[in-house]
């Protein structure tokens, strides 16, 4: 009777607990999804209206590379900044081996979404940032979606996959020769949070040397080209980044021709702290290699705190332009995006629940947010420091 009586107990106990923790769930996802507005206190500030001091010049002045990715969906928007505010251009999408294929599937290529917005760019004397010659993550965007089933296939996988790859590599090398120097030649190697490798079609396959045999086989097609090794970080000064900096020594200490790093800085959970960035970008230029931040964008909400956070968005995203450019190494910065209306968290569960995202330059309305006005006084001033270094052409 006894023992039946604390049973019961316990049992009403736990199902207390559990429906306490359901409602904290519940509460939680509430308070992080639910949509928020904060005051544009920058409409009514006179920088807004300010005309002068776009970006592109600025940059131009000492010789930096600043940059903003578009897709086929932003050309109104790019045609209107290229060469104002970017003298740089990643197509977001339309380089990925999935997205220029026809269907997505092996086979023919179609590089005419590709040469148009290359071509555009080139029209406008904008430098090109090519993203990306291999990425394991995405069967059908950013690889073919038939890429394991037909390696997995194959007599000798190995062998296969390493054929697909070159002539993949040597075909996109080929197309754009002269037109794109600069090539993130593998994107995201390492696991998302994990510090692994990404354990991917290609990884699987061939192991860690798939990356040196892209860049290798990169090298030779055009020894010309500034071949990048690009990833995301969400930290600096964890396990992660340090076991992706020791893949990248061991890469330099065999001669695998990588020449710079892409630090995609997408600042999606949290507000990374920014002295590790600097120290980061710093080690990475002991060995010899150049520096970009190659993705940046920073959703609005991780400055919630603040009573302003557009503000403290703007003062982020002067931080860490400042950091780059007060590095040699560091040779250009590169945002996600152009307007707050075509970011790709609004594609991407879980952000797209936390609106808004806002991260990035422009608004909605394609107004300059604090975010511009931030680098724009990175640059600045970055002019008294950059002025005639002989580093900084270094891409
Ligand atoms: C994104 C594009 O912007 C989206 O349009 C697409 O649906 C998915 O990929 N890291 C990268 C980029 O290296 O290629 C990703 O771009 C964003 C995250």
């Given at each position: 009777m006894k023992v039946k009586g604390f049973v019961g107990g316990v049992r009403k106990g736990a199902k207390f607990v559990g429906a306490v923790l359901v409602l904290a769930a519940v509460v939680g996802a509430a308070y992080a999804f639910w949509p928020r507005h904060y005051p544009r206190a920058y409409l009514a500030s006179t920088a807004a209206l300010q005309s002068d001091g776009t970006l592109a010049p600025l940059a131009r002045a000492i010789g930096f590379h600043i940059g903003a990715a578009v897709d086929i969906t932003e050309l109104r928007e790019f045609e209107a900044t290229a060469q104002r505010d970017f003298n740089s251009m990643t197509p977001c999408d339309a380089l990925k081996w999935g997205n220029l294929l026809v269907g997505g599937k092996l086979g023919q290529y179609d590089f005419r979404q590709g040469d148009e917005l290359v071509n555009l760019a080139r029209s406008k004397q904008v430098r090109i940032r090519g993203h990306?010659?291999?990425?394991?993550?995405?069967?059908?965007?950013?690889?073919?979606?038939?890429l394991k089933e037909v390696v997995n296939a194959a007599k000798q996988p190995k062998a296969k996959l390493e054929q697909l790859m070159t002539e993949h590599i040597r075909a996109v090398l080929e197309h754009f020769r002269g037109r794109?120097?600069?090539?993130?030649?593998?994107?995201?190697?390492?696991?998302l949070w994990k510090p692994l490798w990404d354990d991917n079609v290609f990884y699987r396959t061939l192991g860690p040397d798939f990356v040196a045999m892209a860049f290798r086989t990169a090298h030779a097609a055009d020894p010309s080209l500034h071949l990048v090794l690009n990833e995301q970080f969400g930290g600096y000064d964890n396990e992660r980044a340090e076991k992706f900096f020791e893949i990248v020594q061991e890469f330099v200490r065999k001669g695998v021709p990588i020449h710079g790093i892409g630090?995609?800085?997408?600042?999606?959970t949290s507000v990374p702290e920014l002295a590790p960035l600097k120290a980061y970008v710093r080690r990475l230029e002991s060995l010899g290699l150049f520096v970009e931040i190659t993705e940046l964008d920073a959703r609005v909400?991780?400055?919630?705190?603040?009573?302003?956070p557009y503000r403290a968005q703007g003062e982020y995203f002067r931080a860490v332009s400042s950091i780059c450019l007060e590095?040699?190494?560091?040779?250009g910065l590169t945002v996600w995006?152009?307007?707050?209306?075509?970011?790709w968290m609004s594609k991407f569960a879980p952000f797209k629940w936390m609106q808004p995202l806002d991260p990035l330059l422009f608004d909605l309305s394609m107004r300059r947010k604090p975010a511009y006005y931030g680098v724009a006084e990175a640059l600045r001033s970055a002019r008294a420091t950059r002025h005639g270094d002989a580093n900084h052409d270094r891409r």
């Open positions: 990306t010659l291999l990425w394991g993550r995405f069967p059908g965007a950013g690889h073919p979606s038939d794109i120097d600069q090539w993130d030649v593998v994107n995201e190697p390492m696991h630090l995609q800085s997408h600042t999606l909400r991780l400055f919630a705190d603040s009573p302003d590095e040699p190494a560091c040779t995006g152009i307007s707050d209306r075509y970011t």
